[in-house]
């Protein structure tokens, strides 16, 4: 496919990193490219062959280890975790297995805490250290089953889980349940309880003088991640979705079983694999990011189509590159949904919704993006990668011309609660920041040293005349109020803090969203 080809080569940097992709249907490869650098030292190029660590893609391999034990009657999903991991807190002792593979365990996220830490990409980090890093925590971020919140210390533990159950690593039983059955003899899990050898590829981020270096991560942790694998492997994972043989077949079965909350609802996770709805057709997909190698795995059941898409380019898109070729093979089935409520509904705003809207938002999955909403006397426009003009829809919905994206204002709470795009159909939430100008006795006051027991770790705060910094694991990071009681950090792991002052005494909550409520205590 020539368009393919040619959108290819144009995510590709010369003489850089790149992608390997591959589109399967109904049992076969319909296409199959490569571009790029596999090893740019040694000007070695990407091919369909080519091994990459697919990061949380690996995950689904994870979860069909531990239906696979289900099935040989060694564990039940519905156990309680304690009851296979010694010294964990007692707040864990009603998360089940099937709420570490759903993501509705509450367990913060141990790379998060890591990383908040000071723990680097490059630094060993052992499955005793992750443990001891879990094991720390005071408490859940919610009681198990009451939401969903992503996050990969499940999957870690259940790595632990296979080997206490088996006496085998994840990646010993993987090979011998999974990788060796399915004749998938290019993909194995490394790290200290895989195999030694690191991916074929080498992963890379830019190094800032329009080059790139290296950006291998050297944690030795598995289950949330760490498969090694290519193209041509994949594609025999895959047929499990649609083979007759009864036992994967079941197993594929139960791996697209969303999963159920507390009060019945369900949620667009299963185990290891995502749901959603891609320009009018449902997908199940799941992407991976670890270091500098980034995955997307995209599947059309109903087409029984699938696109693969592995990086080595830590600042590459293959999510973006796998829909758009999605958009090339499946143009004639493919739709730009409308939104509903349709534009016939059109009504005027009201003045409490002309006052509120105006503002600034941001995604609460993402802070660091977002979006601003105008007013000119009557009309309101969206600045989101350009100017749209918002239409009041009824029932607090706001539309644009093209009915393909949604933002919905609750008419209670007078503000604007949510976003929905057309292209996925996913709703995002969102809040509006109230700036705040901060005093010279509200910047004095935070300057101090601070501790996290949780983390074992300390931060400084100080003022260096112009503005507030932090200085955490030796590196110094840009300081603003963003609000009264938050700030924004320029850490990349520790994007806010959430500032509680009480008898005297400061503290700081971390405010990344699977882990938001760590406490550094003034000293």
Not at 30 to 55: H, K, P, Q
Not at 315 to 331: H, N, Q, R
Not at 444 to 468: D, K, M, P, W
Request: proline share 3%; net charge negative; with cysteine.
């Amino acid at each position: 496919m020539k368009s393919i080809d040619i959108l290819l080569q144009q995510h590709q940097v010369p003489k850089g990193p790149g992608y390997a992709v591959a589109v399967y249907q109904r049992g076969q490869v319909i296409y199959s490219g490569a571009a790029g650098l596999a090893d740019i030292e040694r000007n070695v190029g990407l091919t369909a062959a080519s091994v990459f660590d697919i990061a949380s893609v690996s995950k689904q391999f994870t979860a069909a280890a531990l239906v696979i034990l289900e099935k040989q009657g060694l564990l039940s999903l519905d156990d309680r975790l304690v009851d296979y991991i010694d010294g964990l807190p007692e707040y864990c002792n009603s998360i089940r297995l099937r709420h570490l593979l759903n993501h509705t365990s509450g367990l913060r996220d141990y790379n998060e805490l890591l990383f908040q830490a000071g723990v680097q990409f490059d630094q060993a980090v052992s499955d005793s250290q992750a443990l001891a890093m879990i094991k720390r925590q005071y408490a859940l971020e919610f009681a198990p089953g009451e939401k969903f919140e992503y996050s990969n210390t499940g999957y870690f533990l259940l790595a632990q889980v296979v080997q206490a159950v088996t006496g085998k690593t994840l990646s010993q039983f993987s090979q011998q349940a999974i990788l060796t059955p399915l004749e998938m003899t290019n993909s194995y899990f490394w790290g200290r309880a895989g195999q030694d050898q690191p991916p074929v590829v080498k992963a890379y981020c830019d190094d800032g003088n329009d080059g790139y270096e290296p950006q291998m991560a050297n944690w030795q942790t598995l289950g949330d991640g760490a498969l090694c694998t290519n193209t041509q492997d994949l594609l025999k994972w895959d047929n499990i979705f649609y083979t007759q043989d009864p036992y994967w077949r079941d197993i594929a079965a139960r791996l697209q079983q969303p999963g159920m909350l507390n009060n019945g609802a369900s949620t667009e996770y299963g185990l290891g694999l995502e749901f959603g709805r891609y320009r009018g057709l449902p997908i199940v997909f799941h992407d991976g990011c670890w270091g500098g190698y980034l995955s997307q795995y995209l599947r059309f059941p109903e087409q029984q189509l699938s696109v693969v898409v592995l990086s080595n380019d830590a600042d590459g898109d293959p999510i973006g590159l796998a829909e758009s070729i999605a958009d090339i093979v499946l143009a004639n089935v493919l739709v730009d949904e409308q939104v509903l409520p349709e534009l016939a509904r059109r009504e005027a705003f009201s003045e409490s919704m002309l006052r509120a809207l105006p503002g600034r938002y941001e995604f609460l999955h993402d802070p660091e993006n977002g979006f601003e909403i105008v007013r000119s006397g009557e009309q309101i426009t969206l600045l989101f990668g350009g100017e749209r003009v918002l239409y009041h829809a009824g029932d607090g919905q706001l539309v644009n011309d093209a009915g393909q994206l949604t933002v919905i204002f609750d008419m209670q709470q007078n503000l604007v609660v949510s976003w929905l795009g057309a292209r996925t159909g996913k709703a995002f939430k969102v809040r509006k920041i109230n700036y705040f100008q901060p005093s010279k006795a509200d910047l004095n006051r935070l300057v101090g040293h601070y501790f996290s027991a949780e983390l074992n770790t300390q931060l400084e705060i100080c003022h260096n005349g112009q503005a507030l910094v932090m200085i955490s694991a030796e590196e110094v990071y840009q300081l603003e109020y963003s609000e009264s009681d938050l700030l924004k950090t320029s850490h990349e792991d520790m994007t806010r803090l959430r500032i509680q002052q009480r008898q005297g005494t400061v503290s700081l909550f971390t405010g990344v969203h699977n882990v938001l409520n760590i406490e550094f205590v003034k000293t």
